[in-house]
Antibody, heavy 117, light 107 residues
């Protein structure tokens, strides 16, 4: 069974940093592109970033470029989203997702990040 | 950047109704469009990829069509478990984008 489990969310002050993790299991992790998607409270889905199966290509939405870094550890089946210079508008549930079938075919349950003083 | 516009944003329907949701892209995206269903407090679930391919395990009452800039998601006979929010997504080019969502509510 495919499982994606996010962790690391919490309350952080504006300007602060946080690192999210996503533990993957049940599939050949190093064969898949992976993604982060976020959803602000009561709002729609927003793609955040993609990473190639070997970590050599990464893409980000403009609003997080230079502040967020997406990485992966294929030996440990882990994804990381390092978030710095956090803003109130980064408050959201963050989902990791597997990129298969040219779509996001498996999702984690999400972790909530709240940026507030 | 490619923008996706879904219509309607809200839809009231009854069990058994045929429901159609439209997603329009600001420029051509071939068939690189997916549809997701999301229920409150839950992660989205993929329904359809490549515009019209039904993910294994998804009920056949769901179907997708279209290419280029106009796409539709159809639910042939709405069931109680289908009341949810539906999103389209383009994967033709970066940045990946989602539509704003269509909430299907009980009439």
């Amino acid at each position: 069974e495919v499982q994606l489990v996010e962790s690391g969310g919490g309350l952080v002050q504006p300007g602060g940093s946080l690192r999210l993790s996503c533990a993957a299991s049940g599939f050949i992790f190093n064969s898949y592109w992976m993604s982060w998607v976020r959803q602000a409270p009561g709002k729609g889905l927003e793609w955040v970033a993609n990473i190639k199966h070997d970590g050599t290509e990464k893409y980000y939405v403009d609003s997080v470029k230079g502040r967020f870094t997406f990485s992966r550890d294929n030996a440990k089946n882990l994804l990381y989203l390092q978030m710095t210079s956090l803003r109130a508008e980064d408050t959201a549930v963050y989902y990791c997702a597997r990129s298969g079938f040219r779509a996001f075919d498996q999702w984690g349950q999400g972790t909530l990040v709240t940026v507030s003083s | 950047d490619i923008q996706l516009t879904q219509s309607p944003s809200f839809l009231s329907a009854s069990v058994g109704d045929r429901v159609t949701i439209t997603c329009r892209a600001s420029q051509g995206i071939s068939s690189y469009l997916a549809w997701y269903q999301q229920k409150p407090g839950k992660a989205p679930n993929l329904l359809i990829y490549y515009a019209s391919s039904l993910l294994s395990g998804v009920p056949s009452r769901f179907s997708g069509s279209g290419s280029g800039t106009e796409f539709t998601l159809t639910i042939s006979s709405l069931q109680p478990e289908d009341f949810a929010t539906y999103y389209c997504q383009q994967l033709n080019s970066y940045p990946v984008a989602f539509g704003q969502g269509t909430k299907v509510e009980f009439k």
